[in-house]
């Protein structure tokens, strides 16, 4: 779940759909008054698939989407990239960098890097798209270099040049990022 929207989706999943008595949700989170047999946390699931959601029930699957939920938050930071992700995750988490980005990527399929970097192109197409700011002004709120960098990786990530994509101008939901 990345934004106040996901977490009442899944709070009317919780309890109006499945009838379940919900104790707390936020981002990333349930938690729920009573115990699911295998039958009901199926049907769970699969109504939160219908939304775009998922269930995370393994060790390792909790911890990637604690991942995410904190790469999502910080990627939304003013002055993102000021601070290298790697510190970022260690302030967060209990574990070496190392362990992570293997539970990552195991899970995944991908590394954190990537995904990181997918979340930064995704809110520079949001910055690109409001238009209220310029893209060196973009490149530095995003902790990029130079705007010769943050266009190099754009259109790396992209197939496109930012200004093509200010005239095209097609993002994803971080769900699917």
């Keep these: 779940m990345v934004c106040r929207h996901c977490v009442e989706s899944v709070k009317q999943i919780l309890s109006n759909e499945m009838g379940l008595s919900v104790r707390h949700v936020e981002l990333g989170s349930a938690e729920i008054e009573q115990t699911l047999?295998?039958?009901?946390?199926?049907?769970?699931?699969?109504?939160l698939?219908?939304?775009?959601?998922?269930?995370?029930?393994?060790?390792?699957?909790k911890i990637v989407d604690e991942i995410k939920c904190r790469l999502i938050e910080y990627s939304r930071e003013e002055l993102s990239g000021r601070m290298s992700m790697v510190n970022?995750?260690?302030?967060?988490?209990?574990?070496?960098?190392?362990?992570?980005?293997?539970?990552f990527s195991e899970v995944e399929?991908?590394?954190?890097?990537?995904?990181?970097?997918n979340l930064r192109i995704e809110r520079v197409k949001e910055l690109i798209k409001y238009q209220q700011?310029?893209?060196?002004?973009?490149?530095?709120?995003?902790g990029y270099?130079?705007?010769?960098?943050?266009?190099?990786?754009?259109?790396?990530f992209t197939g496109l040049t930012p200004s093509q994509f200010r005239e095209i101008g097609i993002r994803k939901s971080l769900s699917e990022v």
């Design 109 to 117: 399929g991908r590394s954190i890097e990537n995904y990181y970097m």
């Design 145 to 156: 270099s130079s705007v010769a960098h943050l266009s190099r990786q754009f259109k790396q």
């Design 49 to 61: 698939q219908r939304e775009g959601f998922e269930l995370i029930q393994s060790r390792e699957a």
């Design 88 to 103: 970022i995750l260690s302030e967060k988490f209990n574990l070496s960098y190392n362990t992570m980005s293997r539970i």
């Design 37 to 47: 047999s295998k039958a009901d946390l199926k049907r769970l699931s699969n109504a």
């Design 133 to 142: 700011l310029s893209l060196s002004e973009i490149a530095d709120m995003m």
